[in-house]
């Protein structure tokens, strides 16, 4: 087993693995930017290397610096975490040109499943349901022109580099196809640089759906079940679920079928997602791969029992993934609420500052995963995720509820955070009866935001409470069942205590 392992990653997810590596006895080096010098993760890690500079680019992305740090110091491999270098094949390949393992698949697993159609081309060819489009990229507009006819539109035009929604463009017709056609191409080549683009059939109103698989080098290739991400915002997610209140058994067994087959034809190994829409008829398509360890991991391991970072690490040193034998063995139900330091009443407009107060929320069923601490300076230069909250339930119900009462116990003061947002999804009727597809938060924006409180009746105390929570970025998410225990009043006291001392 690895003696030291580096963390190329920072925030949550660089506590997150390092808290395995603890259990596994394993020595932590952490990697850090200049921003990131008092980081919670840095205190957490054993040792602790700093890279210089400020920006992603200059810090977390300088993969020769980083594989360097890890020679010079003794680490034999590199948990890449998400995001950064995680999806980046060069980088698994110069690792592993080292002489170091890199935590996550081979690297020419990640190149496949990076180019959107070369991983379609690759499930077509061995059966697994695709949305109906192009096999190839488009090189004749006239002839991609057919082809959009043939399928139907409306149509999506999709960046063969792309992913995560970057670079679609939906056409509704004929008229628009042309010129749609070249914009992408064009946002393609600057986004990604690669103009290369295909077709597929737009599936309306689908829901978003994902499997966890695990591979080791035994071949031995498992599923373990799905997560339910279809509350999205600008293709960011928002709650993630464990299992989906879509999904019967046989469904499930279906796709889990097919998402240990996508696996196994790329030569996959270590833990990777396979995502899928779902449309209204139930009829599921393979969209793409996820090649990392994701932020959503979490509700998995909830459910499963098992810890997915201790898999990847033990299928990186050659052995045999822990046996689980089949989803009887899963019990019950896992949420997850990621935290923004962003305000979801002004656009979510991101909340730079420092935490001045933070008393989070435990007691029954609930994990927290978090970057933060009381004291933490929220920066521009990273992603605005802060923390995870994870709620566990014995069925849905329960983890809701759970969930719910966490968001009200969780304190935090200085900056501003989705928590009034997602209190507000899982209050509302559709969401608690799994009632909802990827449109769910465009759906039904009278009721999630609050921009639309200006009756005369309610303004002048709105504007009274405005001010206060201005001055102390204190998020409302409290003025409803007179709920004593996330009050407003309260957090206010808190901070006037605050600035007395
Ligand atoms: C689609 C689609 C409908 N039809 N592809 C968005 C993220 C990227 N992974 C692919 N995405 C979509 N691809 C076809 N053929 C709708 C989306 C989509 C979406 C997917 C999952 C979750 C939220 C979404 C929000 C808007 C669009």
Redesign the pocket.
């Known amino acids: 087993m690895f003696k030291k392992i580096l963390i190329a990653n920072r925030g949550e997810i660089a506590v997150r693995i390092m808290r395995t590596c603890q259990e596994m006895d394993i020595t932590t080096a952490a990697v850090f930017s200049e921003v990131d010098r008092k980081s919670p993760f840095v205190y957490y890690a054993d040792e602790a290397y700093p890279l210089g500079g400020i920006t992603s680019q200059e810090s977390y992305l300088k993969w020769e610096k980083i594989i360097g740090i890890a020679k010079e110091y003794g680490a034999e491999a590199i948990h890449p975490g998400y995001g950064f270098l995680s999806e980046n094949a060069d980088f698994a390949e110069a690792v592993f040109a080292e002489g170091l393992t890199f935590i996550g698949p081979p690297a020419d697993a990640i190149r496949v499943m990076g180019n959107k159609t070369e991983a379609r081309k690759l499930m077509i060819a061995n059966g697994i349901p695709t949305?109906p489009g192009t096999e190839d990229a488009i090189k004749d507009k006239d002839k991609a022109r057919q082809t959009a006819r043939k399928i139907g539109y409306p149509i999506?035009i999709k960046a063969a580099a792309g992913?995560?929604?970057k670079g679609?463009r939906l056409v509704e017709d004929d008229g628009q196809f042309f010129e749609a056609i070249e914009g992408a191409a064009r946002e393609a080549k600057a986004a990604f640089n690669d103009s290369t683009v295909y077709i597929?059939?737009?599936?309306e109103e689908?829901r978003?759906i994902e499997f966890q698989i695990l591979a080791d080098s035994k071949g031995n290739v498992i599923h373990l079940g799905e997560r339910e991400c279809?509350i999205?915002r600008r293709?960011q997610k928002v709650i993630e679920e464990s299992p989906s209140s879509l999904l019967t058994n046989e469904l499930r067994a279906k796709m889990g079928k097919a998402a240990v087959q996508a696996a196994k034809v790329c030569g996959y190994r270590s833990a990777g997602t396979i995502?899928f829409?779902v449309d209204k008829n139930l009829n599921f398509y393979f969209?793409?791969m996820n090649t990392r360890l994701q932020v959503e991991h979490p509700v998995t391991e909830m459910v499963s029992g098992l810890d997915l970072v201790k898999e990847q690490i033990l299928i990186a040193a050659g052995k045999s993934m822990t046996s689980l034998k089949s989803l009887d063995d899963f019990w019950g139900h896992a949420i997850e609420c990621r935290l923004y330091a962003e305000n979801p009443d002004n656009n979510f407009a991101p909340s730079p500052g420092e935490i001045l107060f933070l008393k989070s929320a435990d007691g029954p069923g609930i994990r927290e995963d978090s970057g933060v601490t009381q004291g933490s300076e929220i920066s521009l230069y990273y992603d605005p995720m802060i923390s995870k909250l994870i709620a566990w339930g014995s069925d849905r119900r329960q983890a809701i509820m759970r969930m719910l009462r966490a968001l009200r116990e969780y304190e935090i003061l200085g900056i501003h955070t989705t928590i009034p947002f997602l209190i507000r999804v899982l209050e509302h009727p559709l969401f608690q009866k799994g009632k909802f597809t990827?449109k769910f938060i465009e759906e039904n924006r009278e009721q999630l935001f609050v921009e639309n409180i200006n009756t005369a009746e309610v303004a002048s105390f709105a504007a009274a409470l405005d001010q206060i929570n201005e001055k102390s970025k204190i998020s409302i998410y409290n003025n409803h069942k007179n709920n004593k225990h996330g009050s407003s009043w309260k957090l206010i006291h808190r901070q006037q205590s605050l600035r007395k001392k």
């Open positions: 949305v999506l992913g995560g929604g679609m597929e059939k737009f599936v689908p978003h279809s999205q293709h995502e829409l969209l793409e990827t």
